[in-house]
């Protein structure tokens, strides 16, 4: 596998459910959010690494899922913005009790709990040392927190997204499933999407393609990982364009 080299600017995409608690069903576990806070504190500390942040909300509700099942889907998404506004003031809250500031921007308007979504106020806090946290999606339905990510990490000039998932990479078969599943460490746009790989959703992936934006999918909650990733090491799975170089500050 070719070096990484260190990361200056990433956006991070969480899923809700990994903030999800194992004893309920849904809901947000402290523990887990305090963990990942903790890791973000630790990384802007030792080197200042400019975070911007996406978290979804299918550990409360989500437009697509079963609970939603024949209601509008326009209203079940805009129920799934709010549930990632949820999750997005809980990592708000765990990330400055670290001592870090934080900012959570939506992109629907509700001034009460965050500022509106400004890209260049965005990238204007990334600058200044705090962390953004971008959330009630893109504003409108049918785009998922995969596609919301792109989206911001392009907008606000990332050298690349990390996916914080379950597991330690991509791999050709859900390992959970399969114990033969294979792993890959690095694997090109392409080959996810005519594979049909559970990396993020197509409309993600087809735009960080386009942008030659790499994504580097990692286990989330194995202490230190985030760090890792953003210092170069090789963890989990890169996916950037056939012949693109490794991203580097």
């Known amino acids: 596998?070719?070096?990484?080299?260190?990361?200056r600017r990433v956006l991070l995409k969480l899923s809700g459910e990994a903030f999800s608690d194992?004893?309920?069903?849904?809901?947000?576990d402290p523990t887990i959010v305090s963990q990942v806070a903790r890791e973000i504190a630790e990384l802007k500390a030792s080197d200042g690494t400019e975070?911007?942040?996406?978290?979804?909300?299918?550990?409360?509700?989500?437009?697509?899922?079963?609970?939603?099942?024949?209601?509008?889907?326009?209203?079940a998404d805009h129920m799934g913005m709010l549930a990632t506004v949820i999750n997005a003031l809980a990592l708000q809250d765990a990330v400055e009790k670290e001592g870090v500031e934080t900012r959570v921007q939506t992109a629907v308007d509700m001034q009460a709990f965050a500022e509106p979504y400004i890209r260049r106020r965005a990238v204007r806090?990334?600058?200044?040392?705090?962390?953004?946290?971008?959330?009630?999606?893109l504003g409108a339905p049918y785009f998922t927190t995969d596609t919301t990510a792109a989206q911001?990490?392009?907008?606000?000039?990332?050298?690349?997204?990390?996916?914080g998932t379950q597991v330690d990479g991509v791999y050709?078969?859900?390992?959970?499933?399969?114990?033969?599943?294979?792993?890959?460490?690095e694997i090109d746009f392409l080959s996810?999407?005519?594979?049909?790989?559970?990396?993020?959703?197509?409309?993600?992936?087809?735009?960080?393609?386009d942008n030659a934006l790499p994504i580097v999918v990692f286990e989330l909650l194995r202490e230190g990982n985030i760090k890792r990733v953003v210092h170069g090491e090789n963890v989990g799975t890169l996916v950037r364009a056939a012949n693109q170089a490794p991203p580097s500050a």
């Open 22 to 28: 194992p004893a309920v069903s849904g809901g947000i």
């Open 51 to 75: 975070v911007g942040i996406v978290v979804g909300g299918g550990n409360i509700f989500r437009g697509n899922s079963p609970s939603a099942s024949g209601m509008d889907r326009s209203s």
């Open 152 to 163: 911001r990490a392009l907008e606000i000039d990332a050298d690349a997204i990390l996916k």
């Open 172 to 185: 050709d078969r859900d390992p959970k499933k399969d114990a033969d599943a294979v792993r890959y460490d």
């Open 192 to 209: 996810v999407l005519n594979q049909g790989l559970k990396v993020m959703d197509a409309t993600a992936i087809s735009l960080c393609m």
């Open 1 to 7: 596998m070719a070096h990484r080299a260190p990361l």
């Open 125 to 137: 806090h990334l600058e200044k040392g705090r962390v953004v946290i971008f959330a009630a999606g």
